[in-house]
Each structure stands twice: as C-alpha cells, then as structure tokens.
Nanobody, 126 residues
Framework: QEQLVETGGGLVQAGGSLNLSCTPAVIALKRAFRTYAVGWFRRPPGKEREFVGGISRSDTSTFASDSDKGRFTIARDNAEATAYLQMNNLQPEDTAVYYC???????????????WGRGTQVTVSS
C-alpha cells in the first residue's frame, strides 16, 4: 500500500513539458487533502533528495530556485484531491525521480513530511 500516487513522468526531449499529478491512494488522506500542504521533491541520479517546491493549504506556492520558479507551476485542486507540478522547458539536469508528499505545513525539509508517494521517473534527453 502506498500513501500517495504520482503520475505523469516519462521521457521527454530538452525543451519539452510534463505535468505531474499527485493524489492520495487511501481514503483517509483523500478526505483530508484540503488540510495538507503538498511538497514536491526530486532525487537526481547519484544525488541527494532535494526540494523542488510546494503549495500550502492556503494555495500559496513556493519554489527552491529562481530557475524552477520561472519554468514550473504548482497547483492544487482540492475538489479532486490532486496536486500538480507543471514543468516546462525541461532540461537534462531535471532528470530525477520526482516525489510528492503531504504534511501539516509547507516546508523544504523532507523529514517533516510523513506521507509520501513512491515517485515517478522524469528523464530529459538532449
């Protein structure tokens, strides 16, 4: 059993776009989705897990870098219990396994999130 499910990953050429989705896999999380902050993280090959960005309960989004802020959009649809990471102008350095997580507050620290998905692979070719 997994807590969240990420979809939308795949192989894309540099400059392309992907829209990742995250939704709870269990009823308890789905019903309480509107109360959670959602964080997006990624783990590039051979590197540490890093914070990409997230969206708060109040619908305020934040990003870890200015570069990502200019290319990415984070959104949520509480009625659908789904969060999104829209990624445009993808580059090879964006290649990573992307994870979503939910928690009580929006934070860049992955240790603060209790509920995670298993990740979706994003591969960007040059």
């Amino acid at each position: 059993q997994e807590q969240l499910v990420e979809t939308g990953g795949g192989l894309v050429q540099a400059g392309g776009s992907l829209n990742l989705s995250c939704t709870p896999a269990v009823i308890a999380l789905k019903r309480a989705f509107r109360t959670y902050a959602v964080g997006w993280f990624r783990r590039p090959p051979g590197k540490e897990r890093e914070f990409v960005g997230g969206i708060s309960r109040s619908d305020t989004s934040t990003f870890a870098s200015d570069s990502d802020k200019g290319r990415f959009t984070i959104a949520r649809d509480n009625a659908e219990a789904t969060a999104y990471l829209q990624m445009n102008n993808l580059q090879p350095e964006d290649t990573a396994v992307y994870y979503c997580a939910v928690g009580g507050v929006l934070t860049s620290s992955w240790r603060r999130y209790a509920n995670w998905g298993r990740g979706t692979q994003v591969t960007v070719s040059s």
